[in-house]
């Protein structure tokens, strides 16, 4: 009984800790990817694209509890 429980909160943080990098890997490549190289001038201005990266953003923070 114990070790089943225990394995299955192991499995569940497990899942949590690969949601949680999913999460900011996505952020550092809306980020990253699209926003900052277009401060930076290293992309041209894509209005679609902000917005696209804006939403995704919105969205993963919205995820987070």
Known sequence: GALV???GA???QQDLVKQSQ???KANAKNLGGVMIAMVKGEKPFDQA???AA???LEAAA???S
């Open 5 to 7: 429980l225990g394995v």
């Open 10 to 12: 192991v499995m569940a």
């Open 22 to 24: 999913d999460t900011m």
């Open 49 to 51: 694209a902000v917005n």
């Open 54 to 56: 804006l939403a995704q």
């Open 62 to 64: 919205g995820n987070t």
